[in-house]
């Protein structure tokens, strides 16, 4: 993967080749410049910055763009045209002279820096172009060297810490900046007007700032990549956004239009450019101007989860945490320890002890080859469970730092639904697969007994007689190979610990059964179409003596089911109206 993204914003500008300081025929003196004993004065260093800038612009590289017109923009915010595409090839890589160009300015702030560590825009412009040439760790020497009173060096800190990857470091950082700020600026800082999206908007502008805090902090732990990880990450990147919009506001950028709303609100929402080229075209009536495109970081799912997942994360399902969003997304996020952010293949179920939830999953990397070949590597690979109701105070985190291709994580929480969120992470791969959504831990109400989910497990010589035994042999995967065997747990809860009858169906259907798919199985309960599946089972229990909840275990053959996708459902019938269901979708294949 190419350090470029492919997600592109076009900017008019006009070519504006030299510091509006120099004379008329003058040329830009690019040579190496030894870095003066004596720090220079600001004037000087802006004047060099300016002519980095106009020097950069004038050697980018042409890049023949699919520059859409005006009315295909995924957006048009004021002078710059957004659109978002990630089959667009990779942009050339930045010509040598310029990052020798950026080199020199970097040295005349260097010994700008020494001599005055405690002036802002020396500080911020030091790191901005560290940070642009890859070189984070001394970014992150340079802002810790910085003295400027107040908020100002906390948040450089926080900037370079969270180029660098070092999120919680990051995290802290800013936590300190927002801090040591006033109240009508930490109000600013924390506005989130701009990343989301109409829905969420109506509500937000109805609060004031201190009632918003609330919400704001609920927003970014749900808009985390790695709800495992530590330190907000989505945080410190729109943290960093603004900062980076103060460095550019200093400073002219590459566009050098001016830095107008426009582009603050372009970055904010999709973040700053990593890379730049021109057209290789002019603007048809426009003289001698060109377009400036810049390239952020792909890919870049939303940033944002969708206001029903914010408001309800325990009822979301998986397209609520997809990693493509349907155009016109709000914001953007390309999380640098996730450009490939896949779908876990995993199998998790919900069980109750008292008043709490235990949560089990069994997860398997070995389809991917990222994934699997990080296993052999020590210390490449995390694992973890997370359980919330969507407030990280509330927040459940398991981790198995050396995880194999396959394994199981449980985890307890507080009786109720929830959002699960199961991460298996390969940054230095760029990798992460998840699986996120929400799980139902509610009664049925009406019933005394009630039922946990189904859990799938591998048949082997013994039947499980608690859920200790069977997670061992927990299948990683709803797949199962045509003409297979497979063992179905459950436990009934509330039930009679003196012994009770307990009658028990298990009915498996295609997902097409009475012609209304998956919609169906919500208006009709599977047991009105049994007599004409292929795989039913009926069975009279006695409920466990001496226990108030009855843990069971069956093997099922699936020698009759086609190759398809099916709905297996287990209905169980205690008398006088007790009567529960559960459901697990199962895919029937031909081979793994």
Same mark, same amino acid.
Not at 16 to 20: C, D, E, K, Q, S
Not at 245 to 255: H, K, L, R, T
Not at 262 to 287: K, M, Q, S
Not at 565 to 580: K, P, S
């Given at each position: 993967m190419s350090p470029y993204g492919r997600s592109l914003a076009l900017a008019i500008t006009a070519v504006?080749?030299?510091?509006?300081n120099m004379l008329p025929g003058q040329v830009l003196d690019v040579r190496p410049i030894t870095p003066p004993a004596v720090a220079p004065p600001l004037s000087t260093l802006r004047t060099a910055q300016e002519?980095?800038?106009?020097?950069?612009?004038?050697?980018?590289?042409?890049?023949?763009?699919?520059?859409?017109?005006?009315?295909?923009?995924?957006?048009?915010?004021?002078?710059?045209?957004?659109?978002?595409?990630?089959?667009?090839?990779?942009?050339?890589?930045?010509?040598?002279?310029?990052?020798?160009?950026?080199?020199?300015?970097?040295?005349?702030?260097?010994?700008?820096?020494? #001599?005055?560590?405690?002036?802002?825009?020396?500080? %911020?412009?030091?790191? !901005?172009? $560290?940070?642009?040439?890859?070189?984070?760790?001394?970014?992150?020497?340079?802002?810790?060297?910085?003295?400027?009173?107040?908020?100002?060096?906390?948040?450089?800190?926080?900037?370079?810490?969270?180029?660098?990857?070092r999120y919680a470091a990051a995290d802290t950082a800013y936590t300190v900046a927002v801090a040591l700020m006033d109240s009508r600026q930490r109000c600013d800082w924390r506005d989130l007007k701009l990343v989301i999206d109409d829905a969420l908007m109506r509500r937000y502008r109805d609060m004031n700032c201190a009632n918003r805090l609330g919400l704001e902090d609920r927003v970014w732990w749900l808009s985390r990549p790695m709800l495992s990880s530590a330190g907000n990450d989505a945080r410190t990147e729109y943290y960093s956004r603004l900062m980076?919009?103060?460095?550019?506001?200093? #400073?002219?950028?590459?566009?050098?239009?001016?830095? %107008?709303?426009?582009? !603050?609100? $372009?970055?904010?929402?999709?973040?700053?450019?990593?890379?730049?080229?021109?057209?290789?075209?002019?603007?048809?009536?426009?003289?001698?101007?060109?377009?400036?495109?810049?390239h952020e970081p792909t890919p870049a799912p939303p940033m944002i989860p969708a206001p029903g997942v914010l408001d309800n994360p325990a009822s979301s399902d998986s397209a609520g945490w997809r990693s493509k969003g349907i155009p016109p997304v709000r914001a953007r996020y390309s999380p640098e320890y996730a450009k490939h952010l896949i779908p876990l293949e995993h199998q998790a179920a919900l069980f109750r002890r008292g008043d709490s939830a235990l949560v089990v999953v069994a997860w398997s990397i070995a389809r991917d080859s990222a994934l699997s070949a990080a296993v052999r590597k020590p210390n490449e690979l995390t694992a973890a469970l997370v359980l919330t109701k969507g407030d990280p105070r509330d927040a459940t985190v398991v981790r198995d730092d050396h995880p194999g291709e396959r394994g199981t994580l449980t985890a307890r929480a507080l009786w109720g639904s929830m959002l699960m969120s199961t991460e298996i992470?390969?940054?230095?791969?760029?990798?992460?697969?998840?699986?996120?959504?929400g799980v139902r831990g509610?009664?049925?109400?009406?019933?005394?007994?009630?039922?946990?989910?189904?859990?799938?497990?591998?048949?082997?010589?013994?039947?499980?007689?608690?859920?200790?035994?069977v997670i061992p042999h927990m299948r990683s995967s709803q797949r199962i190979v045509a003409g297979a065997r497979v063992g179905i747990y459950w436990e009934a809860y509330n039930t009679n610990p003196t012994g009770e009858g307990l009658n028990v169906s298990i009915t498996v259907a295609p997902e097409n059964s009475g012609g209304g798919g998956w919609l169906r199985r919500r208006l009709v309960a599977l047991r009105l179409v049994?007599?004409?599946?292929?795989?039913?089972?009926?069975?009279?229990?006695?409920?466990?003596?001496?226990?108030?909840?009855?843990?069971?275990s069956v093997v099922v053959d699936l020698a009759t089911l086609n190759a398809g996708?099916?709905?297996?459902?287990?209905?169980?019938?205690?008398?006088?109206?007790?009567?529960?269901r559960a459901e697990r979708a199962i895919t029937v294949v031909n081979r793994e």
């Open positions: 504006a080749l030299a510091p509006p002519g980095f800038e106009s020097f950069r612009r004038e050697h980018l590289p042409i890049w023949n763009s699919r520059r859409p017109t005006p009315d295909s923009c995924d957006e048009r915010i004021g002078r710059f045209c957004y659109w978002y595409d990630e089959n667009e090839p990779d942009p050339p890589r930045e010509p040598e002279t310029i990052r020798a160009a950026r080199q020199r300015l970097i040295s005349q702030l260097d010994s700008a820096a020494r #001599a005055f560590p405690n002036d802002r825009w020396i500080s %911020g412009q030091r790191v !901005r172009y $560290l940070t642009e040439s890859d070189r984070f760790d001394d970014a992150v020497a340079a802002a810790r060297e910085c003295t400027v009173r107040e908020w100002w060096c906390s948040a450089v800190q926080g900037f370079a810490l969270h180029v660098a990857g980076m919009a103060q460095f550019i506001e200093d #400073a002219p950028s590459v566009y050098q239009m001016g830095f %107008g709303t426009d582009e !603050r609100e $372009l970055l904010l929402r999709y973040g700053w450019p990593r890379a730049w080229t021109r057209d290789g075209g002019f603007i048809v009536g426009g003289g001698a101007q060109y377009p400036v495109v810049g992470a390969a940054p230095s791969r760029r990798t992460l697969a998840r699986a996120r959504y509610s009664d049925v109400p009406g019933s005394r007994v009630q039922i946990s989910d189904l859990l799938l497990f591998d048949a082997y010589d013994g039947m499980p007689g608690r859920l200790e035994d049994r007599e004409a599946q292929p795989v039913t089972i009926g069975m009279r229990d006695v409920s466990a003596r001496g226990l108030a909840y009855s843990p069971r996708r099916y709905l297996m459902q287990l209905e169980l019938d205690a008398g006088g109206g007790n009567v529960v």
